[in-house]
Every structure is written in C-alpha cells, then in structure tokens.
C-alpha cells in the first residue's frame, strides 16, 4: 500500500472515542504518526497509552470517530491486511499455550501466508534474522511459559520483528529488561527506522530513555494529548510537573545533548 499525501500520514486518528464498556479512556483525540519516524507515547499509569495503542492496532475498535491506515477506516480493511502492514505488540501478550520460542516467532509469518502456500526463503530469512537481532536463537526449542521476564519478552519482540511490517506499535518492550537489553531493545528500534525506514510507535515509561530514542514525542495525560513535539520541545520541568505530579529538574544529557530529568527539586536536597 502506499501512502496517499493528500491525507497526510499513513496512519493517524480523527475524533477518537475508546471505552470499555462504561468508562470512557479517550475522549475525541485527533493523532498523526509521522511516517517513516520513532514516535514515543509518555505519560502516567491508567492514562490511556495501552488503549490507544490497541485501538491503532485494531486490537480495540473504537466507540466514536476513527483510525484511518492510508485514509481507509481501520475497521473496514481485512485483517490480514491490517497485520501486513501494522504490528502490534500488546503490553502483556499472552503465549498459545505449549509453545516453543522458535514456533512463537514462526507465527509471525502468519499474515504473509496464503493458504495454499508452502514455508518460504523469505520467510525463513525473516525468522532467522528476527531471533538474530534478538538474541533468542539460543532459546528457540525453549516453552516460551518457562522463560524468564526478559527472554519472554525477547521472543515476542522477535515475533513482532517476523511479521517485517512497515508500522510498528510496541507496548513497553522493555519492560522486564535488564539495562542492557533495555539499551539494545531501543537501538535495534532506531536501526529498524533508520535502515528500513519503518514507522514505530513506542510507549515507554523511562522519560530519558523516551528523550534520547524519540523522533516525535507525544505526551498524553487522562487520555489527551497534553503536548507532542521534539523531545527538546515536550521534556520541560513544567511538563513532568504537569503530567506526573513530580518535581524535577531538566538538564543537558551529558551523553546526546538532549533533555535529561532528574527527579526531585534542589531545595529538597539543601
Ligand atoms: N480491558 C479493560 N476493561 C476495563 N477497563 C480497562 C481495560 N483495560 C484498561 N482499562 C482501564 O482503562 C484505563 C486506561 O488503561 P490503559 O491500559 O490504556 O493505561 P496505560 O496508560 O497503558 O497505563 P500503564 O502505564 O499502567 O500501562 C485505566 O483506567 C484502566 O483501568
Ligand atoms: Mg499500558
């Protein structure tokens, strides 16, 4: 599919209502991911960040207004084609049940399959590249059920990676992680975007982490977005006042340049 420019971004939201049952989430958000960047959700628990992913994923289908995928109502385009061009990986996926970590990853094909067709070159090349920048090859005949936080997590990002889409949403892919993988999880995203140009949406919890790997960054607070911009322009001491209730000041990184919050007001410390 190619993008349309007379409607902008290839996938974007117009008056977004999402509820479950009751409780309304979001209420009217109007969002564009830009293509071809690494767009970074922030903001506290509970404030909709899951939800609005599932919902660009078409995990959740929305109660009012809609997610357009190249200018057509999410809703509307068949799954399998939603999966070709967008995955998804929610922030605790639940693993079939018996499974092996190499089968886990297979599954990632699923959408590029007709039923008639047999396991490809391209597929397989997929696979294996997918557990290599994962580092899961060690853990392919492993039970994904008997892997530890971070491994499990491993393999579902290679899962996600398989599925080789041009959007990509992930959910806190580094929760579980130790620092390591955390750094190597976000440097293998920034390669998928840079060599590839891939579009990824992350959410993240980790506001430095969020400054240095953000393109664009979008901070949401009672699901509305409260400001969105470059890291440079959305990391303010005001803005985590704002959004996180938390004092803090924002300095240099010494390592990019780029904003750096450090919790808690000097006074505090006097
Ligand atoms: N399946 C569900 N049924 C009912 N309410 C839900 C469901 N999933 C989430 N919620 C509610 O929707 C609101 C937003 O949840 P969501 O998971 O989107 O938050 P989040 O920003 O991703 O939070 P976190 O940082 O904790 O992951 C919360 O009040 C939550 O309790
Ligand atoms: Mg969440």
């Keep these: 599919m190619t993008g349309d420019s007379t409607t902008g971004n290839r996938l974007r939201a117009e008056g977004l209502v999402l509820t479950y049952e009751d409780r309304t989430v979001v ?11 690494v767009t970074v959700i922030i903001g506290p628990n509970a404030c909709g960040k899951s939800t609005l992913l599932r919902a660009l994923g078409r995990l959740l289908k929305p109660r009012r207004g809609s997610v357009l995928l190249d200018g057509a109502e999410l809703a509307r385009i068949p799954t399998k084609r ?14 079939p049940e018996g499974i092996t970590v ?3 990853v297979t599954r990632g094909r699923q959408p590029h399959h007709k039923w008639w067709q047999q396991w490809t070159e391209a597929d397989e090349r997929a696979v294996g590249e997918a557990m290599d920048r994962t580092a899961t090859g ?5 039970l994904v059920d008997e892997l530890s936080g971070g491994q499990r997590q491993r393999a579902w990002i290679a899962m996600a990676l398989a599925q080789d889409t041009d ?22 995203v920034r390669q998928l975007n840079r060599e590839r140009g891939r579009t990824v949406v992350v ?3 980790d506001l430095n982490q969020a400054a240095r790997y953000a393109d664009h960054l979008i901070a ?11 890291p440079d322009e959305v990391i303010t001491a005001d803005l985590v006042h704002d959004v996180f209730g938390l004092a803090s000041v924002v300095v240099p990184d010494p390592v990019t340049g780029g904003p750096l919050v450090v ?7 006097g």
């Excluded at 209420?27 to 960047?37: F, M």
């Design 82 to 95: 939603v999966a070709q061009e967008i995955g998804l990986l929610p922030q605790t996926p639940v693993p």
């Design 203 to 205: 959410v993240l919890h």
């Design 167 to 188: 959007l990509l949403l992930l959910d806190e892919p580094t929760t579980y992680l130790d620092i390591a993988h955390q750094v190597e999880v976000l440097d293998l």
């Design 220 to 230: 949401m607070k009672a699901g509305r977005i409260v400001a969105q911009g470059t």
């Design 27 to 37: 209420d009217g958000l109007d969002l564009e991911i830009p293509d071809g960047r």
């Design 138 to 142: 060690d853990l392919a005949e492993r």
């Design 102 to 104: 190499s089968e886990l």
């Design 263 to 269: 919790p808690g007001a000097p006074w505090q410390h």
